[in-house]
């Protein structure tokens, strides 16, 4: 009996290593966006320290202008710093939705071809099941024919 070949074997390679393109675009952008996350909380505390510290020269009765000045410089940095890192996240939060769409794409891609592949399979085998009775059945009837002959002759 010959064996299965699916006729778009080759597409469903292809499929396969674009899936696993896909699968590690993923798991690099979650990668990016676990770095970016770590670095908005890091400008967070930055920001929150500075307050911080403003608060506490406040406190203390500095208002020396020069004191001042410099802690709300800080601020600034920070709070800038921490929007960068705001928008950095924002994007790569978009990145990673990107990336699990076109995943999806790609796995119902792969998918729908393995489904056909297993259904070319499936009517393959049936066909060869076919096959094989018709050939069984012939060979029954060649035994029977052959029977049938040796009791009309006498011998």
Do not use: Y
Not at 27 to 38: F, M, P
Not at 66 to 80: I, P, V
């Amino acid at each position: 009996m010959k064996r299965f070949q699916f006729r778009l074997q080759k597409v469903l390679d292809v499929r396969a290593l674009v899936l696993q393109d896909a699968k590690r675009a993923m798991a690099r952008s979650l990668g990016e966006l676990d770095a970016l996350e770590v670095a908005r909380e890091l400008c967070r505390v930055q920001l929150r320290q500075a307050e911080e510290a403003i608060a506490q020269r406040l406190a203390e009765g500095q208002w020396e202008p020069r004191f001042l000045l410099a802690l709300h410089g800080d601020l600034n940095r920070t709070d800038k710093a921490h929007q960068c890192a705001e928008a950095a996240h924002a994007s790569g939060t978009l990145k990673v939705e990107r990336a699990r769409e076109e995943l999806l794409k790609r796995r119902t891609e792969a998918e729908s071809l393995e489904v056909l592949r297993r259904r070319a399979e499936e009517s393959w085998e049936e066909n060869m099941r076919r096959l094989d009775m018709a050939d069984m059945d012939e060979l029954a009837s060649v035994r029977h024919m052959r029977r049938r002959l040796e009791e009309k002759t006498p011998c």
